[in-house]
């Protein structure tokens, strides 16, 4: 049986998976790849198993629709979120969100180009394609941490305006959110600063070994300092978090309908509506981001060879990258369905856009 090592692709564990089959990096393959002063000679390579047909088909097909569908829902939600009547705390963090989750779709995209067989028979393509997968794992990282923890900081917000409603203007600030929203990008690269150094391309595109790690990489120090963020400070930490803060705001707003339904009166500072997109948002990014929580946690305990040996994490993995692919999409869809000023905004952004192409053609 085929052991499956997968690469650690944020702090809530996006396994991603390549069709080569794992083996062991010889000192005569290391000669081949060139390049050997940095390369531990007799190390296990990073690499995905065979892909089965119906994954193929399922990853070929349904993830382009999927980030196709996110990008242009992002696009549209930074359209409205920008404009000035919008403008607030909730909105500062959805923009960064948005903006987050938009690079996420983007950067992604040219690995759709794996599914044409052609193209990955051709070796300078080959080598192309290891060269941005390197790439591809460092951004996507970076960003993956910063909308983990944005959306954190989305929860504690609307948790401190309920709990100080009357002081809500004074506390919760468009200045101090856009200051946490610098402090969790500066701080997320750092983080994810050091994976650059973590891997190298295999240069030899007739190899089916794509990677290869680097003595920084196996060494024990930086092995520990990547649990320590991939699954303390990205993975445990912000999920407590959630749960707790996002625990709060549910029974917030189930007593804060009740207690409408029952005398009719509403707060003229009433953020309710917010609070419900909010909510909604942390309960999809929970539940699309548990599989991947608990991979890596089985990881942590047993290991990563002992957990990845068995089929079951196979489609595990699979199933965990739909799901981030659909949480990164589905926030459009979301303001669409809850905020009437949202909606209101968007058809206005829409008409005027129609009346510039329109303009535009007719000159």
């Not at 548990?290 to 089929?311: C, D, F, K, N």
Request: charged share 15%.
């Amino acid at each position: 049986m085929p052991n499956l090592v997968p690469e650690r692709l944020n702090g809530f564990s996006r396994y991603l998976h390549y069709p080569e089959i794992e083996q062991s990096w010889t000192s005569e393959l290391t000669k081949m790849a060139g390049n050997t002063s940095n390369i531990l000679e007799d190390m296990e390579i990073t690499m995905a198993r065979n892909m089965s047909s119906d994954t193929k088909a399922v990853c070929a097909v349904l993830t382009p629709i999927i980030c196709s569908t996110g990008i242009v829902g992002n696009i549209l939600s930074l359209m409205v979120l920008t404009r000035k009547e919008m403008t607030s705390v909730p909105s500062c963090f959805l923009k960064a969100l948005c903006v987050c989750d938009l690079c996420i779709l983007l950067i992604q995209f040219p690995d759709f180009f794996k599914f044409n067989d052609s193209l990955m028979k051709m070796g300078s393509f080959i080598v192309f394609y290891r060269y941005y997968k390197i790439v591809w794992y460092v951004i996507a990282n970076y960003f993956l941490t910063c909308a983990c923890w944005i959306i954190t900081a989305m929860a504690i917000e609307r948790c401190v305006s309920l709990y100080f409603l009357t002081k809500t203007k004074m506390i919760c600030t468009i200045l101090r959110a856009r200051v946490s929203i610098g402090g969790i990008t500066m701080v997320s690269l750092v983080l994810n600063f050091f994976r650059i150094f973590e891997y190298v391309p295999n240069t030899n595109p007739s190899h089916p070994a794509p990677y290869l790690t680097t003595r920084f990489g196996l060494s024990k120090g930086y092995i520990a300092y990547n649990y320590a963020v991939g699954i303390v400070l990205v993975s445990v930490i912000p999920l407590i978090m959630l749960v707790t803060f996002n625990s709060f705001l549910v029974c917030y707003l189930i007593m804060h309908r009740k207690r409408v339904a029952k005398t009719g009166l509403t707060s003229s500072v009433d953020p309710g509506r917010v609070s419900v997109v909010v909510a909604t948002m942390v309960i999809i990014f929970i539940m699309c981001h548990s599989i991947g929580v608990y991979v890596s946690m089985h990881i942590a305990l047993v290991g990563r060879a002992e957990t990845l040996r068995y089929p079951m994490f196979h489609r595990l993995s699979d199933i965990n990258n739909l799901l981030k692919n659909f949480n990164t999409s589905i926030n459009f869809l979301l303001f669409c369905v809850i905020s009437k000023k949202f909606r209101k905004i968007l058809k206005r952004v829409l008409k005027r856009q129609k009346e510039v192409f329109t303009s535009t053609l007719r000159t």
